[in-house]
């Protein structure tokens, strides 16, 4: 299933546009590159020449993990990228080997496992995909630049470019292109801009979730070892509801985050409400560990109200000539880590349309990004509609499948397999299918309880409690 050899290229057409250059824009130009003879990218902020936080990506200043089938897929657009991210000083460390992780009342089993991901903050990833991005000589960055309409033929069958402006207003200038790629994050205004060209408005399910995210850089104590690089406490849905990470990031620094669902979260950027409510985890080992760390920063907040999915998919009409990746079609509450490996698994299948031409791959596209979507949605749409709190339609079969899942997690505290399928379908690169086999089913069917909570997990420590070399 892993894709870790170059995408294809097949000549598509002369000019293609993407808009929104945060992960998902940056992959699928850079997938696009391979397709089109010149591609430009317009983003409405200004890039900093450096891992530096920007208005449009607030999020990248929380933990932000790429799954095994996003990093595959990275690297099969930008080949070699794994050598540049290692170049930075992150590393690639087995997620089960050197993560503790508590969930489902429970301590996980840890052993080395193929299941790899880079211990990297967010604005390093984009900025080292943005580096390879514009690295390449086809690609045109026009950013400080914001899209504000799409441009069509006299029929408004075929989108033929898009108009940007300075952010704030200014003169508008058109681009032209055979495909234009809407990357432009949530508040993507293609919904109304099509509505506004006669197209019937797109379908969209919300879910609300009102997670709320606090998270904190730490210089990580020289020397304290606790047993881990990374630490995930998190809640048994829906009886509990916070959840606590740490996430070991490049220059020896921890990036700390609390957060919960249902509005239990951080409300002010304040040291004793962050640690309080890090002491209120399920377990005392991400407070233990940061309360006397040394902070680096300030307290970053994020509210995330609902999942949003555009059914794109399902529209009788659609231009051509138009592609929606990324949160702009789907965003996903972060929690469950899926919004860039999403991203790049429709930037791919926009890539595998492409290639028998660029007319109809509009509709073959979204088509396929439907498909694609179906699976995450359920997985992340899942643990939430446990709340009874949380509105949604619950599909047929819910209560059952909650039930086998709670008892497959029971499994994962204690059985080896369990845990490496579980973390696999997790990272996308096993099907959820794989939790079904008669094997699995047979195991989780007779799965004891007990055994699950007999493991002690790592001790708490402090940096007061080890002395730091
Ligand atoms: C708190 C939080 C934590 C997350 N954690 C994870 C995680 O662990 N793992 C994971 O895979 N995902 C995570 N995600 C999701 C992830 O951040 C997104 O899925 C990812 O950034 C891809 O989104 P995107 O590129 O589609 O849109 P965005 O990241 O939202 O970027 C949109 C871009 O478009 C630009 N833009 C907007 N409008 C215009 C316009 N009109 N013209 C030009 N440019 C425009 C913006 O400036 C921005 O650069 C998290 C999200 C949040 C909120």
Redesign the pocket.
């Known amino acids: 299933m892993s894709t870790s050899n170059a995408l294809p290229s097949t000549r598509a057409g002369t000019h293609a546009i993407v ?7 940056l992959m699928t130009a850079g997938l696009l590159s391979r397709h089109f003879d010149r591609i430009t990218l ?4 200004r890039f900093q020449n450096g891992p530096m936080p ?4 607030p ?2 200043q ?6 095994t089938r ?1 990093m595959d897929i990275l690297a099969g657009i930008f080949p070699g990228i794994r050598e540049d991210i290692e170049a930075t000083g992150a590393e690639f460390l087995d997620v089960i080997e050197t993560t503790a992780s508590f969930g489902s009342g429970t301590w996980r089993p840890r052993f080395r496992s193929d299941v790899k991901a880079a211990s990297m903050s ?1 604005l390093l990833l984009e900025w080292v995909v943005r580096q390879r991005l514009q690295a390449l000589p086809n690609v045109r960055i026009l950013d400080g ?4 309409g799409l441009k069509t033929n006299g029929e408004r069958t075929h989108v033929t470019g898009l108009q ?1 402006q300075a952010p704030g207003g200014g003169q508008e200038e058109t681009l032209e292109a055979e495909l234009v790629v809407d ?7 293609t919904p109304q801009w099509l509505e506004a060209l006669g197209y019937p408005r797109v379908e969209e399910t919300r879910i609300h979730v009102d997670v709320g ?1 606090a998270s904190r850089l730490y210089r990580q104590p020289r020397g304290f070892d606790p047993g881990w690089r990374s630490l995930a406490i998190a809640p048994r849905l829906p009886k509990e509801r916070r959840i606590g990470i740490i996430q070991e990031i490049e220059d020896d620094r921890w990036l700390a985050l609390v957060g919960g669902w249902l509005g239990d979260a951080v409300s002010t950027a304040d040291d004793a409400a962050f640690l309080e409510f890090a002491r209120g985890l399920p377990q005392p080992h991400l407070y233990e560990a940061i309360k006397n760390a040394e902070p680096l920063g300030p307290i970053h907040l ?1 509210r ?1 109200s609902h999942h949003q999915r555009r059914h794109y998919e399902r529209m009788p009409r659609f231009p051509e000539g138009l592609a929606v ?4 079609f789907c ?2 509450n ?1 929690i469950y ?7 790049a698994m429709q930037a791919e299948a926009l890539g595998g349309c492409l290639r028998q031409g660029v007319r109809g791959a509009s509709n073959r596209y979204r088509r396929r990004a439907g498909e694609i979507l179906a699976g995450p949605w359920a997985l992340a749409t899942a643990g939430d509609l446990a709340f009874p709190e949380v509105e949604g339609k619950r599909p047929p079969g819910f209560d059952l499948m909650r039930w086998y899942g709670n008892r497959f997690q029971q499994l994962a505290g204690y059985d080896e397999e369990t845990m490496k399928t579980f973390v696999q379908v997790q990272h996308m690169i096993e099907s959820p299918a794989a939790m079904f086999s008669p094997r699995m089913v047979l195991k989780v069917l007779t799965v004891d309880p007990d055994k699950a909570t007999r493991n002690p997990g790592p001790r708490p420590l402090s940096i007061s409690t080890q002395r730091v070399a």
Do not use: N, W
């Open positions: 808009y929104g250059g945060s992960m998902a824009g317009v983003e409405r902020d920007r208005k449009g990506v999020q990248a929380h933990v932000h993990g790429l799954l996003g967010r630049r914001e899209a504000v940007i990357s432009s994050g949530r508040g993507s205004r995210y994020y995330f990746v990324g949160d702009a965003s996903f972060p880590g899926q919004g860039m490996s999403t991203g």
